[in-house]
C-alpha cells in the first residue's frame, strides 16, 4: 500500500496567498512531517506532528492532522516566491527513530 | 546551525565499478540513513544504522550495498558493483533520538 500521498500533485497560486496541501496515509503512524526540496536540493525539515496531536504551528505554516482519517494538511499563509518548491509528507512508525516513508511530492509554484 | 554534509555532490561512475558516497552527519546524532530520490519519483528508504548496526534495510538494500561507520564522524553508503538503475539521489540523514531526520543536499550519482 502507499503511504503519505499529497494531493493535489501541482498548485500554482500567486504571491500573498494561502497554499494547502494535503496528505493522506494508510496505517498507523507515530510522526507526520512535512518536508520542503528546492530544485536539486536536499529536504529541509519544516514541521513534525505527532500523532497525538492535531495541529501544529510553527510560523507561517499550520498542520492538521487527523488520525481518524489518516489524514494532514499543511498550510502556508501569506505566501512569497520563494516558497516554491516541492513539499513532502513523510510519516513514521512505532518505534525509536524509524525509517520515513514520503509521498510523491507537491510541486508548489508561487508566482510573484 | 549544524549540517549534514555529504561528498562527492555528483558522482559519475561506469557501470559495473565501485562507488562510496560519503555523509558527515550532525556530530551529536545516532541515527544515521541512507535513502534515494530516483529522477521524479518519491524518496525512498534504503537503511538505518545505530549503535554500529544496521537497524533495518529495506529491499533495495541488497547484497551490492553496504554501510559503514570507519570513524566517529563519517557515514558511507558503498555500492559494490553499480547498474544502471542506481542512477538516483543519494541522501543522507540523521538524527537525535525522537526528533525529526535532517538531511544533507544529497550526491548525484550518474550510472554510464
Known amino acids: 500500500s502507499q503511504q503519505g500521498e499529497e494531493d493535489p500533485q501541482a498548485l500554482s497560486i500567486q504571491e500573498g496567498e494561502n497554499a494547502t496541501m494535503n496528505c493522506s496515509y494508510k496505517?498507523?503512524?507515530?510522526?507526520l512531517q512535512w518536508y520542503r526540496q528546492n530544485s536539486g536540493r536536499g529536504l529541509v525539515h519544516l514541521i513534525l506532528?505527532?500523532?497525538?496531536?492535531r495541529e501544529k504551528h510553527s510560523g507561517r505554516l499550520r498542520v492538521t492532522l487527523d488520525t481518524s482519517k489518516k489524514s494532514s494538511s499543511l498550510l502556508i499563509t501569506a505566501s512569497r516566491a520563494a516558497d516554491t518548491a516541492s513539499y513532502f509528507c513523510?510519516?513514521?512508525?512505532?518505534?525509536?527513530?524509524?525509517?520515513?516513508?514520503f509521498g510523491k511530492g507537491i510541486t508548489l509554484s508561487v508566482r510573484p | 546551525e549544524p549540517e549534514v554534509t555529504q561528498t562527492p555532490s555528483h558522482q559519475v561512475t561506469q557501470m559495473g565499478q565501485e562507488v562510496i558516497l560519503r555523509c558527515v552527519p550532525i556530530?551529536?546524532?545516532?541515527?544515521f540513513y541512507w535513502y534515494r530520490q530516483i529522477l521524479g519519483q518519491k524518496v525512498e528508504f534504503l537503511v538505518s544504522f545505530y549503535n554500529n548496526e544496521i537497524s533495518e534495510k529495506s529491499e533495495i538494500f541488497d547484497d551490492q550495498f553496504s554501510v559503514e561507520r570507519p570513524d566517529g564522524s563519517n557515514f558511507t553508503l558503498k555500492i559494490r558493483s553499480t547498474k544502471l538503475e542506481d542512477s538516483a539521489m543519494y541522501f543522507c540523514?540523521?538524527?537525535?533520538?525522537?526528533?525529526?531526520?535532517?538531511f544533507g543536499d544529497g550526491t548525484r550519482l550518474s550510472i554510464l
Open positions: 513523510a510519516t513514521d512508525a512505532w518505534g525509536a527513530n524509524s525509517k520515513l516513508t
Open positions: 540523514a540523521s538524527t537525535e533520538i525522537d526528533q525529526p531526520q535532517h
Open positions: 496505517t498507523s503512524i507515530n510522526n
Open positions: 506532528i505527532r500523532s497525538n496531536e
Open positions: 556530530s551529536n546524532h545516532l541515527y
